[in-house]
């Protein structure tokens, strides 16, 4: 997922936005929801998105209209910077609820903080795993 966000964060500030985007260092040829990538490359992609997005962000105003075009009809839906800024917020927290699930599904924490951990059980009922739990995440 986090390498589908940095792609996101290119399509959306650098070929939407701006018009252009530099070419990607590898082909996008995986099954969905996979990559054949380590985590630090995937990691070092996104915050390379990101610090681009974030170099557009500093130099166009939220009213700026788009250069390129999202394909398809809901290309229309597109207004300006602002519009763009609005999604990649909704898309990273979608996201990041999708990777909340997976972690809550894996070791039963729910996100609730130190409530549910003081009693030693997680929301579903489950003990809560030996290490799990500590706040802040170590």
């Not at 070092?44 to 009213?63: H, N």
């Amino acid at each position: 997922m986090t390498e589908h966000l940095g792609y996101a964060e290119r399509h959306w500030f650098q070929e939407v936005a701006t018009g252009s985007a530099e070419p990607r260092n590898w082909p996008d040829d995986h099954a969905p929801l996979t990559t054949p990538r380590p985590p630090e490359v995937v990691f070092a992609f996104y915050r390379e998105q990101c610090r681009r997005s974030d170099a557009v962000l500093s130099a166009t105003p939220l009213s700026a209209p788009p250069v390129g075009r999202h394909p398809g009809p809901d290309g229309d839906d597109v207004t300006d910077l602002r519009w763009i800024v609005l999604h990649m917020i909704e898309e990273t927290a979608r996201r990041a609820g999708h990777l909340d699930l997976a972690r809550e599904l894996l070791d039963g924490r729910t996100g609730l903080g130190p409530r549910e951990r003081s009693r030693g059980r997680a929301r579903s009922g489950r003990a809560v795993p030996a290490g799990c739990g500590q706040w802040p995440p170590v």
